[in-house]
């Protein structure tokens, strides 16, 4: 069984409709930094599968989830740079169809951000046979969509556990210039997952602590 097939953590269901945009210190006057993620990025309380946290799964805090050390760290450096969180699984379940949910994301569109970190893929499914186009085309429409004909920079992540996608998405990059993070080695480490912190596997198999800070560092790396 590979990596991503023992994320078991269901992509229904992760957040309220309500919260899949939220702000960090929404009308700060500095950069405007964008994150599209799912689970890793933010999932709410799930007591079914003994999850209590409301950020990036299996963080132990908020604050050590890849966003907010991120946020800690880009505050460090630019004035008052302000933060769009983007919970974007539902894309993922459904990007065959990927224009048919994006009302779901109207007010990241509007928040028109000056960088945007695109951390999705574990949620789409296995790519099939002929899919690869498809998903490439609409992984770049949903992107385009967010940027909202914005010069925002952008910075690309693959899977934390290799997907079959991943290809598509260094094209993706490759095709616009964007800068492109590869995280799939860490998602193969245990030291880098949350193994035996918590009883359910799948929530288990997200980035832990040590993980989440990797994610940070790494895509920091890329934004400056």
């Given at each position: 069984m590979s990596e991503i097939e023992k994320n078991t953590v269901e992509s229904k269901n992760q957040l309220d409709v309500n919260r899949y945009v939220t702000y960090e210190n929404e009308n700060g006057s500095g950069l405007?930094?964008?994150?599209?993620?799912?689970?890793i990025t933010l999932h709410g309380p799930k007591s079914d599968i003994g999850w209590s946290g409301n950020w990036g799964m299996a963080a132990s805090s908020k604050e050590k989830?890849?966003?907010h050390i991120l946020i800690r760290k880009i505050q460090a450096v630019t004035p008052d740079p302000s933060f769009c969180i983007c919970?974007?699984?539902e894309w993922e379940?459904?990007?065959?169809?990927?224009?048919?949910v994006y009302n779901f994301y109207q007010k990241a569109r509007d928040y028109k951000p000056n960088v945007i970190i695109m951390r999705i893929v574990e949620n789409c499914p296995a790519l099939k046979p002929g899919d690869?186009?498809?998903?490439k085309k609409?992984?770049?429409?949903f992107l385009d969509y967010l940027k909202s004909d914005t010069d925002a920079k952008v910075i690309l992540t693959t899977?934390?556990?290799?997907?079959s996608a991943d290809d598509a998405i260094r094209e993706v990059a490759g095709d616009y210039n964007f800068e492109l993070c590869e995280l799939g080695d860490l998602g193969e480490k245990s030291e880098m997952r949350a193994d035996g912190l918590f009883e359910h596997s799948g929530v288990a198999h997200h980035p832990g602590d040590k993980g989440m800070q990797a994610i940070a560092e790494r895509i920091f790396e890329k934004i400056f």
């Open positions: 405007r930094f964008m994150f599209v993620g799912n689970s989830d890849y966003v919970q974007a699984a379940r459904n990007y065959i169809n990927g224009k048919s690869f186009e498809i998903f609409e992984y770049a429409d899977g934390f556990w290799r997907h």
